[in-house]
């Protein structure tokens, strides 16, 4: 696996200053903490998907060797509602006995050990009154909801381009339910000192789990601290105050000692949510020579009784190529499922397979190269409003990627490519991905010896905060980087955003560069006060920093160590807040542009058995500035390897009889293994973003995007057989 580095966009390929703590054991994770007297904590779940508790009994866990408390809606505490953050989150648990579906938590036991709590929980025994279940999306009787978020989009005449289209496209595609599958099994660790609450948590923004457990348990939101300093990953589950939190918290208080709750992978399942499955409906006119007149993408997604988590798939559609019709609409429809939620890529990685499939289908029906035809509707600007886009390399991430690849050598016919038994397949889709920033802070301190630390309470899931965040800082004030410490994790630091939606880079990072620059602007007014100073009555603007020394512009001699005038003001360490608050479109009068990418890929299909085989991706990223290429790197990797998962594994399977999750184990949810995934060769192009000072574009989840309709765009390339549904399976082959 290799990667073409490019200095002029890529930061140094630093290893992982968390590694060594990571490699040793020394970094402790949620589960890892066991403090005295802690009591461990056990669910129990519904086994029916719609209805109510007639009757609870508790008798024989109440019994049970070492059981603390048993806590059911009948004696649980009342709890405040869940306050409104930029996402909702679950009501609080055991509230009332309406069933609302299977797996929903409706009870908890505490007792000393893990193993009596676990088996105290199997000795409850339910009667429910069944209530029959909205399982099916298709069902006339569930509640649809239209454009929640107002994110529908509409400009030129659609209905008249189509209509007047020498070539349309109308197809549907669609995808399955996938589940998030961490490595690391969430946890909570509650404890209580008198009104305040210390959690160690899995999760991925400290202060949101911090404001709403406070809501809930009427505490100030300053009396509870959440910590959160490492993540067994996450892919968009720790984003939600999910209800084993709320359980943990209400259990130690129960019981007077802390509670470790800790979920198993069945519970992950249908505790942590999971990608909602989606329905795409798109038709596409052209001319004949392949350019796009018209788009018009609807989907359709599924949603629990009570959540709002929303993923609008069309919206690929409307930044992704050039066209003057376009109309994109988005519905929901509740079902009796567990709750929906993020996962890697949300609603861009259903709607990008669904469009990049037609826009495929498009150029096998023009007669026109796959990739000719993404050129060829390249958007030069924003489609919508006109605007020019802060940056956006997608063209030259086809060109290059082709050319790495060999698109060229490719046979254009249909199953005239193979090996022995294998139909070979080229597939190529492109990638524009969303964009997404949300306010952050840190804070920055210069230690007395020249070191320094820098804090917020963002979380790192794994994805290498730690690392670029020292980089930067220490970029910025003239140091090494092992002389720079993160501090993270901890909801009593500044306020920090969600590490999700490829946005906490461009969030911290630009907090980080303005506390920064508001440091350095402290040690100018402070060595300017000093007569004897080299730098004395230097302006700010006049001043450079390198190796933790300020001088002139231009005369490296002219100048005195931070430690230096730390020393001299008698000060043993100076500190500055910066904070990131997203530009607008109108202010800096372009629009945002996330992501971009194209993807490359070889299939091998064995034309007796269907069996599927992905023998090499080329996958080429617009990342705006790449802050470490290493990790970087990793990411898309990463990104890739759940992209083929998603296009040949992943599935969540539902009981339509019984709303249960049927393959909620790793030895029944198929996930890709090592021997799955083929070379993978990652480059990045592009130039710095013009939306943030630091010049970044999140890329933690673009890896994913655009690799599943690139295997299906090859397979029709191999095969001649156009799958429209994920995962794509051996059977779907076969004739």
């Given amino acids: 696996m290799t990667t073409i580095q490019q200095p002029r966009i890529l930061g140094a390929g630093v290893n992982r200053v968390d590694g060594p703590l990571k490699v040793t054991g020394q970094a402790r994770y949620p589960n890892d903490f066991n403090l005295p007297g802690m009591a461990y904590a056990a669910v129990v779940r519904s086994t029916i998907p719609s209805g109510r508790i007639r009757r609870m009994d ?3 866990a109440e019994k049970s060797p070492g059981v603390l408390e048993v806590i059911t809606h009948e004696n649980a505490d009342h709890l405040g509602e869940a306050p409104a953050t930029f996402i909702k989150n679950p009501q609080p648990p055991l509230q009332d006995d309406v069933i609302r579906f299977y797996g929903q938590y409706i009870a908890v036991v505490v007792a000393d050990t893990q193993q009596n709590a676990t088996a105290a929980a199997r000795r409850i025994e339910v009667e429910y009154d069944r209530h029959e279940a909205l399982l099916d999306p298709h069902d006339p009787r569930a509640e649809r909801i239209k454009d929640p978020w107002g994110e529908d989009t509409a400009w030129g005449d659609v209905r008249t ?8 496209i109308d197809q549907t595609y669609t995808t399955s339910e996938n589940t998030n599958n961490p490595l690391g099994l969430f946890t909570t660790v509650a404890s209580w000192d008198g009104d305040t609450l210390t959690l160690h948590d899995s999760n991925q923004w400290p202060n949101m789990i911090q404001q709403v457990v406070a809501a809930m ?6 009396a509870v601290r959440v910590l959160t300093p490492f993540v067994g990953g996450g892919f968009g589950a720790g984003l939600r105050c999910w209800s084993h939190i709320p359980l943990a918290v209400m259990a130690a208080r129960h019981v007077g000692r802390p509670v470790k709750l800790e979920l198993t992978r069945p519970e992950m399942f249908t505790g942590l949510g999971h990608r909602t499955a989606s329905i795409n409906w798109i038709r596409l006119g052209a001319t004949r020579d392949g350019r796009l007149t018209a788009i018009e993408h609807e989907s359709l997604t599924t949603l629990p009784l009570d959540g709002d988590e929303y993923e609008p798939c069309s919206s690929v559609s409307t930044w992704s190529y050039a066209s003057p019709n376009v109309t994109t609409r988005d519905q929901q429809v509740r079902l009796n499922i567990p709750w929906t ?17 037609a826009i495929d289908e ?36 086809l060109e290059v990627g082709a050319r790495r690849f060999g698109w060229s050598e490719r046979n254009p016919e249909i199953r005239s490519m193979r090996d022995g038994h294998e139909l070979v397949g080229y597939g190529v889709a492109g990638v524009s991905f969303f964009w997404y920033q949300q306010p952050c802070s840190a804070r920055v301190i210069v230690k007395g ?38 501090q993270l994790g901890d909801s009593s630091m500044p306020v920090g955003t969600a590490a999700g939606g490829s946005g906490l880079t461009a969030a911290l990072g630009s907090a980080v560069h303005d506390a920064c620059g508001r440091l350095i602007q402290k040690f100018v007014d402070l060595a300017g006060t000093d007569p004897f100073s080299p730098l004395a009555n230097v302006p700010f603007e006049d001043v450079e920093v390198s190796e933790g020394r300020l001088f002139r512009k231009g005369e490296p001699t002219r100048g005195e160590s931070l430690a230096r005038i730390l020393a001299v003001h008698g000060l043993t360490e100076l500190s500055a807040d910066g904070s990131s608050t997203p530009n607008s479109p109108e202010q800096l009068g372009m629009t945002p542009a996330g992501a971009r990418g194209a993807r490359f890929v070889e299939v091998r299909v064995d034309e007796d058995l269907g069996r599927i085989r992905v023998a090499r991706i080329v996958t080429v990223n617009d990342g705006g500035r790449i802050l470490n290429e290493k990790l970087a790197r990793s990411q898309i990797l990463g990104g890739t390897v759940g992209g083929v998962g998603m296009a040949l594994f992943e599935e969540t399977v539902t009981d339509k009889d019984t709303g249960r999750i049927a393959n909620a184990t790793f030895g029944d949810y198929l996930i890709p293994v090592n021997a799955d995934i083929p070379d993978v060769h990652i480059e990045f192009v ?50």
Avoid at 364 to 385: Q, S
Avoid at 388 to 395: D, K, Q, V
Avoid at 454 to 472: E, F, P
């Fill in 686 to 735: 592009g130039e710095p973003d013009a939306f943030n000072p630091i010049g970044v574009k999140g890329i933690g989840e673009i890896g994913l995007v655009g690799v599943a309709p690139a295997i299906a765009n090859g397979i029709f390339h191999a095969t001649g057989k156009r799958i429209r549904a994920l995962p794509i399976t051996m059977d779907m082959l076969m004739d």
């Fill in 362 to 397: 498009l150029a096998w029906e023009v007669g026109l190269d796959p990739l000719e035809i993404r050129l060829l509707n390249y958007a030069e600007v924003d489609p919508k409003t006109g605007r020019p886009w802060s940056s956006n390399a997608l063209r030259q991430c």
């Fill in 449 to 486: 010896d020249g070191s320094a630390y820098v804090r917020s309470a963002v979380t790192d899931i794994g994805t290498g905060t730690y690392t670029i965040m020292a980089q930067l800082a220490a970029g910025l004030l003239g140091l090494e980087v092992d002389q720079v410490e993160m």
């Fill in 341 to 357: 939620n993020f996962m890697r890529a949300p609603g861009d990685a259903q709607g990008n397979f669904a469009l990049e499939s």
């Fill in 217 to 222: 348990f009427g505490v100030p939101r300053d």
């Fill in 58 to 60: 508790t008798t024989a």
């Fill in 161 to 168: 381009a189509l209509n007047r289209a020498p070539v349309m």
